[in-house]
């Protein structure tokens, strides 16, 4: 007899990834044959950068294949700590090594700072739509994550205003990420500065996710380090995923105060340890050569910017039910015509069975009235499946 299992109180309301869902369903259906156009993946279909890979092979050609630092190489941290000190405005106190743990991935930097920071009673706010990922990571630190919805009328960014409303006596911190997964929405400087603002008035911990602060297209995004805000209560989260197209290198950090770093070294030492050797040796790689990233990074932006003025155009008329998409790789897209309970859900599920092609739902970021397409693929598979997108959502309105 098989006995039922029970998931424990840590994970009982838990909920899988669904980006990494959609993502395992469009590959089944192509392995299955079918021609699908996958608008669903958040990652770059750029290959790493050569000088990056050479440098990982020459790096196990030599011997990086063995336990590092929990917290990661001297020269990576180093290189690190070099490139968020490039941001920072005059004057203001560099970062040292001390303050930079490497993780595997930036979702590892970030759950290691929700267990370091937030814990049973402390409320978070999350500005929604947010990446799927924070909800879930605050609930496995048993905090409450207290989802802020961004206004319509202002690519559903949220201002200190908002948030402020949604406080109470036990809000501890904020999220922030900016350029935005899932709208594609960059905060001014002025709007951060607010939010800054706000939350050192208010002893909140601010945890700013940076990975797309690279990827934006109407002006340069504004990094919080721009900001110089007291830093005692900030976590800075960036990783080498999105912008030097090395997603499955698994390679992210955090910036924080030395305390705040040691116990998420804590955290890392007795969950993952140190992330892949030879993927620091590829990171160190990246940013230690800035010219040569900078200038492979300057080409994928070329094709980024290209596909979305072209996704933009292939949208046609339902342009206007669009976020404007101003950095990261994502459309989010108002589907409410489409009508019923979760009409993202709905309109996600019709145009994979009907028109072969994969996004994702809006409820996976709380706002069940939108679906999130990405461009990350090639500009003809982008414009195609913007293509059937807008073809669905016009013949849905109402007349
Ligand atoms: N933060 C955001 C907003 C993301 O969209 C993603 C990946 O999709 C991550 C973090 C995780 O990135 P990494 O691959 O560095 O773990």
């Avoid at 424990?8 to 044959?33: D, M, P, Q, Y």
């Avoid at 990094?223 to 805000?229: E, F, K, M």
């Avoid at 910036?255 to 990171?283: D, E, F, G, Y």
């Avoid at 990074?297 to 072209?310: S, T």
């Amino acid at each position: 007899m098989s006995r039922k299992f029970i998931p424990s109180a840590n994970i009982a309301n838990l909920k899988e990834s669904a980006t990494l869902a959609v993502a395992a369903k469009a590959r089944a259906l192509k392995a299955a044959g079918q021609p699908v156009i996958d608008l669903g993946a958040g990652e770059p279909d750029f290959d790493t950068p050569a000088f990056i890979r050479k440098a990982a092979a020459d790096a196990v050609e030599a011997g990086a294949t063995r336990y590092t630092a929990t917290e990661g190489i001297p020269a990576l941290r180093e290189a690190i700590a070099a490139d968020a000190n490039r941001l920072l405005p005059e004057g203001a106190e560099p970062f040292t090594a001390a303050q930079v743990v490497v993780s595997s991935g930036s979702k590892q930097s970030l759950f290691n700072a929700c267990m370091a920071c937030f814990g049973p009673g402390d409320e978070v706010l999350v500005p929604t739509p947010s990446w799927t990922s924070y909800y879930e990571m605050l609930e496995l630190a048993r905090a409450t994550a207290v989802p802020v919805l961004g206004d319509p009328n202002n690519s559903l960014k949220v201002t200190a205003a908002m948030l402020a409303e949604s406080a109470t006596p036990r809000t501890r911190g904020v999220m922030l990420n900016s350029p935005c997964n899932p709208t594609g929405a960059v905060y001014t400087r002025e709007e951060l500065a607010d939010i800054l603002k706000l939350a050192d008035e208010q002893a909140w911990w601010v945890l700013s996710d940076e990975i797309y602060l690279r990827i934006a297209y109407d002006e340069p995004a504004t990094s919080v380090l721009q900001l110089a805000p007291a830093r005692d209560r900030l976590i800075v989260i960036n990783g080498v995923a999105k912008a030097y197209a090395m997603t499955g290198w698994r390679i992210g950090w955090s910036l924080a105060p030395t305390a705040v770093t040691r116990a998420m070294i804590a955290v890392q030492s007795h969950t993952t340890s140190n992330p892949a050797a030879v993927s620091q040796h590829a990171a160190l790689a990246a940013l230690s050569h800035v010219e040569q990233a900078d200038a492979a990074i300057a080409e994928m932006m070329v094709a980024f910017k290209r596909r979305r003025d072209a996704v933009l155009n292939a949208l046609g008329e339902a342009r206007k039910y669009a976020v404007h998409p101003a950095g990261a790789f994502y459309l989010y897209l108002d589907v409410s015509s489409y009508g019923g309970d979760n009409p993202g859900a709905r309109f996600a599920e019709d145009l994979l069975e009907k028109h072969q092609v994969a996004v994702v739902p809006g409820s996976a970021f709380l706002t069940p009235n939108w679906i999130r397409a990405s461009y990350a693929t090639s500009d003809e598979l982008a414009i195609e499946g913007m293509r059937r997108v807008a073809q669905l959502l016009t013949s849905t309105e109402p007349s």
